[in-house]
């Protein structure tokens, strides 16, 4: 077989299904039914960090356990992506979709009603695991509902309920934390999975392919979640541990060693957790690996703006939130747009030049400094969000459209979980650039203002704040010499987030060049016959 054959060619043809009638298995009704779900899942991986100050303050957390609050949810989200993905190609889509919809609003619901923080962290992680259910399942949904020819749209219109939610979530949880209380960040979550539980049984309906997985790769899911903990754990530690440090290098190469035995196992086992044959398309490995590099251009990048407007500009949440909706309604307005293109064009051109757009748009956001005003920031912002679009419909095509439709699950949890680990480590690497540029940069900075030398134990802890935007002033400092202070910190902050972005430039380049090897998935055809919408 060739590098370059889908890998499904062997497959048996999967029949098409009857022409469907009536609501159940409609499937624009499909869509709507599961982008409500969606979007309880996609919010809450943003919305919740404009609560943790409050949660920490009501229930007198540690820093340690408001940073768990987030980690919990973001580690068992991702170890748990491609394993809940094979469940959903194994028992169903529909089942697997309803059970994450049910678990997610009940673990949201305790987490509003829970006294301690640490039943906040144990929902929390509840909360990533049934994510991880709900997530693969509504792909493998829309793939087997939609014909070839629709479901570009499809997803194209999936990927904006998500962007739109993520970009989002600063502005719901600013006004909720602000006029209700943190609880209702987690109880808005309760309605909605209701919803979603009364559509989905009333819409969706169960596919499944006849070559369906029978059994389960215990051992495999076993090597491939320990791999996938030990990366995204040294992800999340290593600003605080440092990259040199042993126990950051130990959870790395422990990844490693633990992937090595995956794949050797995955060779060896009649029904692997994941066939090594689906990498053997290179439009499918390409699309993963453009993935991980999108995500890590995007919320590596992200992470910093937030601080910026914030921070420098002295934003509260809301208005950092309404400050990003050029970026959230370009990517409302160009994915179902991208997903027409892709139908039209194929992959390639508009992934292409997604990635360049987004290279631009990385170019323009190095140049932002203290006094740019809001129309600067709104034409990159837009500029980054036009850019995004079409990557994130085309990619999740590429990577969808090329496994084998009884993997459509195990291949929506594959595409999961590149963008969590390329936005985990888009983060903690364009996070070591910010910190290393500022613990360069600060000293000298300090020193040219002539202000008093900060005391070397102090240090590191004034770069820590500088590196997050804030200006480390003392109380009881004097107005001219806290102006200068300030003046200092917002100068090398964006010197830092320049640089930040300069390289989540070069990456997006990177990423723009994997394109050129991504087409269309021929296996989409294996979804639902053509005429049934």
Request: hydrophobic share 55%.
């Amino acid at each position: 077989m060739s590098s370059q054959t889908p890998v499904a060619e062997a497959i048996p043809d999967i029949p098409t299904p009857e022409p469907r009638r009536g609501l159940r298995g409609h499937p624009w009704l499909t869509l709507f039914s599961v982008a409500i779900g969606v979007m309880m899942v996609a919010l809450d991986g943003t919305i919740v960090a404009i609560a943790n100050p409050a949660i920490q303050q009501d229930l007198g957390a540690t820093l340690a356990d408001v940073q768990w609050i987030t980690n919990g949810y973001l580690l068992a989200l991702a170890v748990a992506l491609i394993t809940a993905g094979k469940l959903g190609d194994r028992f169903g889509h529909r089942q697997t979709f309803l059970i994450g919809v049910v678990g997610f609003a009940l673990a949201s619901g305790a987490i509003g009603l829970s006294s301690e923080v640490s039943l906040v962290i144990v929902f929390r992680v509840l909360q990533g695991l049934f994510g991880a259910l709900l997530m693969p399942a509504a792909l493998g949904l829309l793939r087997a509902t939609f014909p070839a020819e629709k479901l570009n749209m499809a997803i194209g219109i999936w990927g904006m309920v998500i962007g739109a939610s993520t970009a989002g979530g600063p502005i719901v949880g600013g006004l909720l934390v602000e006029h209700v209380n943190w609880q209702s960040v987690f109880f808005i979550n309760v309605p909605v999975g209701v919803l979603a539980l009364a559509l989905g049984l009333v819409i969706l309906k169960d596919h499944r392919a006849k070559n369906a997985p029978r059994s389960f790769d215990i051992p495999g899911i076993v090597l491939l979640s320990g791999a996938m903990f030990c990366l995204i754990w040294a992800l999340i530690k290593a600003g605080e541990w440092g990259w040199g440090d042993g126990k950051t290098w130990g959870f790395l190469i422990g990844s490693i060693v633990l992937f090595a035995l995956f794949a050797v196992l995955e060779s060896k086992v009649r029904e692997p957790l994941i066939p090594l044959r689906m990498f053997r398309s290179v439009p499918l490995t390409a699309g993963t690996v453009l993935m991980v590099l999108m995500a890590f251009a995007f919320m590596g990048g992200l992470f910093f703006v937030t601080f910026y407007l914030q921070n420098v500009h002295g934003m509260s949440p809301v208005d950092s939130g309404l400050h990003l909706l050029p970026l959230t309604g370009m990517m409302i307005v160009g994915s179902p747009l991208a997903g027409a293109m892709i139908t039209k064009f194929g992959p390639r051109v508009p992934l292409v030049g997604g990635m360049v757009l987004t290279a631009v748009a990385m170019y323009g956001m190095s140049t932002l400094d203290t006094g740019t005003g809001t129309g600067a920031m709104s034409l990159w912002f837009a500029l980054l969000g036009l850019g995004l679009a079409p990557v994130m419909v085309g990619a999740t095509e590429v990577i969808v459209g090329n496994a084998p439709m009884e993997l459509s699950g195990v291949a929506g949890g594959l595409q999961q979980a590149a963008m969590q680990v390329g936005g985990s480590l888009g983060t903690a690497v364009l996070g070591a650039v910010m910190a290393s540029r500022v613990s360069n940069e600060l000293p000298g900075n300090w020193n040219g203002a002539h202000l008093p030398p900060i005391p070397a134990a102090q240090l590191d802890k004034a770069a820590d704040a500088v590196a997050v935007g804030m200006a480390p002033v003392p109380k009881g400092t004097p107005a001219p010499f806290a102006e200068k202070i300030t003046a200092v910190a917002h100068e090398t902050f964006i010197s830092g987030m320049g640089l930040a972005f300069t390289v989540a430039c070069g990456v997006a380049i990177v990423a723009a060049a994997v394109a050129v090897l991504t087409k269309r998935g021929a296996n989409a055809e294996a979804g639902a016959g053509v005429g049934h919408i």
